[in-house]
């Protein structure tokens, strides 16, 4: 990517966030308390529909602990320059971390448009170089991806076992928080950690 193409991509991605957070706001400013109306019902629905379709295709947000995002990125052994996504990327917390940290060229995909306006808002926070795609990942091929981080439902992961199995090119990785991917021997496990409330960590490689 050159220099003017990365401006432009920084210039619509602030152009991007803004309107977000604008839009959070007015909804939030629009909605009176204790009452119904349009707004209200429009705010709901936002809320609701999102949080089903989200729970259908993969898992309902919850943030993984920061603690465990460090863990699983270390374990990952990431490589500057490396491909690395969150397949279900909430507030966007590991695909910026591995931005930050490992300097990969990281990208989250989040179908839930309120969750993923919360990461576009955190995203400046991070002044991150990752990529927050708005969409469903079942549609991205995966053949250029080095990395694959995941917190997602084990019934999700095992309907995806094939799509990983099909798409990712030999020697990628797939690192998954809480939950096993189907009947994939793992190269690597990562016990829990009850004292710092860690599930465990399950990593995998092509
Ligand atoms: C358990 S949360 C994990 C969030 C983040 N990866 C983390 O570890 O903090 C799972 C996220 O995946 C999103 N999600 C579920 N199914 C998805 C799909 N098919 N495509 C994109 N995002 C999805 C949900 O909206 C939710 O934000």
């Known amino acids: 990517m050159n220099d003017a193409k990365r401006q432009r991509e920084r210039w619509k991605d602030l152009a991007m966030t803004l309107v977000l957070a604008f839009l959070l706001m007015a909804v939030f400013y629009l909605v009176p308390p204790n009452t119904f109306n349009p707004y209200s019902a429009v705010f709901l629905l936002l809320l609701l529909v999102p949080t089903l379709m989200a729970l259908i295709h993969g ?4 943030p993984t602990p920061m603690e465990a995002v460090e863990k699983m990125l270390k374990t990952a052994d990431i490589k500057p ?3 690395v996504i969150d397949i ?16 990969a060229n990281a990208t989250g995909y989040e179908l839930s448009p ?7 808002i955190r995203k400046l926070f991070w002044g991150s170089k990752a990529k927050i795609v708005f969409g469903n990942f079942k549609t991205q091929n995966l053949k250029d991806v ?3 981080v995941c917190y997602l439902l084990p019934e999700t992961l095992a309907r995806i076992q094939e799509k990983l199995d099909k798409e990712l090119k030999k020697g990628a990785r797939v690192v998954s928080y809480a939950f ?3 009947s994939w021997q793992a190269h690597q496990r990562v016990e829990r950690d009850p004292a710092k409330n860690i599930a465990p960590i399950w990593v995998y490689q092509k």
């Open 59 to 62: 898992a309902p947000f919850v």
């Open 114 to 120: 309120i969750v993923y306006g919360l990461a576009r």
């Open 88 to 103: 279900g990327c909430g507030d966007g917390r590991m695909v910026y971390l591995a931005s930050k940290k490992y300097k």
């Open 81 to 83: 320059g490396q491909k």
């Open 180 to 182: 096993p991917i189907g």
């Open 146 to 148: 080095d990395v694959v």
